[in-house]
């Protein structure tokens, strides 16, 4: 069938493909359960087929040991045999296995990263590699960098590789409450700061000479930021570059900073002198317009503790292309904007939205993006893995009238096709090419289908 002929017998159909309208554009999909307080999940760059889950501890039953576990995407299975066993954790609420990170390079060198409190409470970042059994890692790693900790709490965990290459590490302020040790605002110490390390070598790590503080004698050199509490999940927009860092507050506020890609200095986010935009402690502060003010808070009305996700850049919702998701781990709400750098726009409460009879979306420790850029939300009080997924995936224009499906959408999905839009990627393939005849029929299977 030749592309016109095919148009308009799509274009035909829209007359008979009633449903009911719904004026919200999102659910979710729960994918697992009974996972061992879940942390953090990402995967290898490229690999769309595995998301790879951190358990934070007591996997299979051991109080002092986390398993990071393998789902299979096209089967929404779980390994039986995890990828990794860390064992030797300490067991505090924020202790355990926190984050993961795998290397840029990691499909020819192998190489991942886990960041872990051990059984005295000192962060660890360590480095592993993938054993010839690309489901399985070698067990054993190697310590590249290590952070006592003044108190059990916050402890960051974050990180990533930046779009340049280098390891992004987040350390919360060492804990207690009020930042007793004045670590954020100290740069001779590396809590409370953002971290950006090189670790392409051979072994450990180096300092990246970009780096603000490269070569000054008074200041650690693996200061990317400072200022900061416990920032508790952070993000770089896979397609801007930007970092999104949520730090969560001490009393009152709650708070998300944005730093632009083309940032070159060492940025003071404000803690323990500000939480959000409100003085806490100022004795001893910079000027505050030596400071970063967040660009959004949230106060303790409204929740108690930030959780921050991703700037949404996948293929199934393509009309939120570019919008922040983010949730509190308290009160399980769940919210959106976008932020250009200067303005917030569609701030949405996407708590109910996301709901679906029977389940539960509550203590939402992180989100996660797979390779694909599809988001999914981690749910520590049930275990639980839930991917979040358009509530009517043929509503390609993402319009929120009544019907939902009108002639636009098969309109916009031509133009999508055109485009080379994965949205057109219907079926999900992964052959070359990705976007075939299929993949209209599958459109129309799911525009007839409607939506309710
Ligand atoms: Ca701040
Ligand atoms: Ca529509
Ligand atoms: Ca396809």
């Known amino acids: 069938m030749s592309l016109t002929t095919r148009t308009i017998s799509i274009a035909a159909m829209t007359l008979a493909a009633g449903s009911a309208a719904h004026a919200q554009q999102l659910t979710t999909q729960r994918l697992l ?4 307080r879940p942390v953090f999940a990402t995967t ?35 390994n039986a045999t995890p990828f990794l066993t860390v064992t030797g954790l300490s067991t505090g609420s924020e202790q355990g296995l926190l984050g993961l990170a795998f290397d840029p ?60 290459g280098y390891l992004y590490i987040a350390l919360g302020d060492g804990g207690s409450g009020g930042d007793p040790n004045n670590a954020g605002q100290n740069v001779a110490v590396l809590l409370g700061k953002l971290l ?35 920032p508790w999940r952070n993000a770089f927009d896979r397609a801007t570059g930007d970092l999104y860092i949520a730090d969560v507050g001490q009393d009152v506020w709650e708070e998300i900073n944005f730093q632009p890609a083309a940032t070159t200095s060492a940025v003071n986010y404000g803690w323990r002198c500000y939480e959000g935009n409100a003085a806490y402690n100022t004795t001893g502060c910079q000027p505050a317009a030596t400071m970063k003010f967040p660009f959004h808070t949230y106060s303790h009305s409204e929740g108690c503790s930030i959780t921050g996700g991703y700037v ?17 781990y308290c009160t399980n709400q769940i919210w959106s904007l976008r932020y250009n750098g200067t303005t917030v726009s569609e701030f949405t409460n996407r708590t109910s939205e996301l709901a679906v009879a029977g389940q539960t979306i509550n203590a939402v420790v992180s989100f996660a993006e797979d ?5 999914y939300i981690l749910d520590q009080g049930g275990g639980e ?22 002639s636009n959408d098969f309109q916009c999905f031509l133009n999508r096709f055109a485009a ?3 949205y057109a990627n219907c079926d999900g393939s992964t052959g070359t090419p990705i976007l075939t005849a299929n993949d209209f029929q599958c459109f129309l299977n799911k525009f007839a289908a409607g939506c309710s």
Not at 33 to 36: A, E, V
Request: charged share 10%.
């Open 33 to 36: 359960t009974g996972l061992t």
């Open 44 to 78: 290898p760059p490229g690999d769309t087929s595995r998301l790879f889950i951190v358990e934070q501890r007591g996997s299979g039953g051991v109080s002092t040991q986390a398993y990071i576990r393998i789902l299979n995407l096209s089967t929404n299975t779980l």
């Open 105 to 164: 390079n990691y499909a020819s060198n192998g190489r991942f990263y886990i960041n872990y409190t051990n059984s005295a409470g000192t962060t660890i970042i360590a480095r592993y590699t993938v054993s010839a059994n690309p489901d399985i890692a070698n067990p054993s790693g190697t310590n590249i960098l290590t952070q006592s900790q003044p108190f059990t709490n916050h402890n960051g965990g974050w990180m990533a590789f930046g779009p340049d």
């Open 196 to 230: 950006r390390i090189d670790v392409s070598g051979g072994a450990g790590y180096s300092i990246p000479p970009t780096n603000p503080f490269f070569g000054s004698t008074s200041a650690r050199q693996e200061i990317w930021a400072y200022g900061l509490r416990n």
């Open 312 to 328: 949404y850049r996948g293929c199934a919702m393509p009309t939120l292309r570019g919008t922040y998701f983010f949730a509190d």
């Open 371 to 375: 390779a694909n850029g599809e988001m």
């Open 385 to 406: 893995l839930y991917k979040i997924v358009p509530r009517c995936a043929a509503n390609c224009d993402g319009s929120t009238g009544t019907p939902l499906l009108t």
């Open 420 to 422: 080379n839009d994965c």
